[in-house]
């Protein structure tokens, strides 16, 4: 069965991983891959992934991706005030460090701090980090981030852009992680511009791209 894209409703075509028997949805206009929600896992097989993953400050590496965005990405924007950490994990890693750097933080995950204080503020800026492709349906997310930004306020997505062909695509370690499930390009997050009256100030197509809302 055809599906629409989940981002823009464009017409999708299938690409089928013949390995792992997974049916992704691949968007014709706006380049968002999507697998196919069969083949989901569940939210408890999902919390239990999560807790694999060493996303702590005990983990160097995880502490220096951070302290990497906060000096390349968030700092020369010169944004000051109130900013959330939305999806944070158990660390929370960026919110911490972000607090060091004399922000006020608020922090919301929906496995490890299910509090919903974060819904009663709006935001200088919020940060979100290899959490887009966990979205089942990202374009109600980000609308709802969005909708918490303050005009002029700016939303810094890190995920793995899916820069690649389709054959690529299948070969990608990102997409084995089994809860990543949804894939963007450039070209996804420019369409996401156009939905939400964002503009892209600043990417290095790879993994970051920091959004104005206008
Ligand atoms: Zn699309």
Redo the contacts with the bound molecule.
């Keep these: 069965m055809k599906h629409l ?1 989940k ?2 409703s ?1 017409s999708t075509h299938q690409l089928v991983d013949p390995l792992l028997k997974v049916v992704y949805d691949v ?1 014709d ?2 380049d ?1 891959i999507y697998k196919q929600a069969a083949y989901h896992v569940s939210k408890e097989r999902e919390h239990h992934e999560y807790n694999q993953h060493n996303n702590t400050f005990e983990s160097t590496g995880y502490v220096n991706i951070f302290k990497h965005l906060i000096n390349d990405f968030i700092l020369p924007l010169k944004i000051t005030g109130k900013g959330l950490d939305y999806g944070s994990g158990p660390g929370p890693v960026l919110k911490t460090l972000l607090m060091r750097e004399g922000y006020e933080m608020f922090d919301y995950d929906p496995f490890y701090n299910d509090n919903v204080d974060y819904l009663n503020h709006t935001y200088d800026f919020i940060t979100s980090t290899e959490v887009i492709e966990h979205f089942s349906d990202p374009l109600k997310e980000v609308k709802h981030l969005v909708s918490l930004l303050k005009k002029g306020g700016r939303l810094i997505l890190m995920t793995q852009f899916r820069s690649m062909d389709e054959h690529a695509f299948l070969n990608w370690y990102y997409r084995r992680d089994v809860t990543h499930i949804s894939f963007y390009r450039l070209k ?1 997050f420019q ?1 996401l511009e156009t939905v939400f009256d964002l503009e892209i100030v600043k990417t290095n197509y790879k993994n970051i791209i920091v959004y104005k809302a206008n």
């Design positions: 894209c981002i823009c464009g968007c206009t706006c968002f996804t369409y």
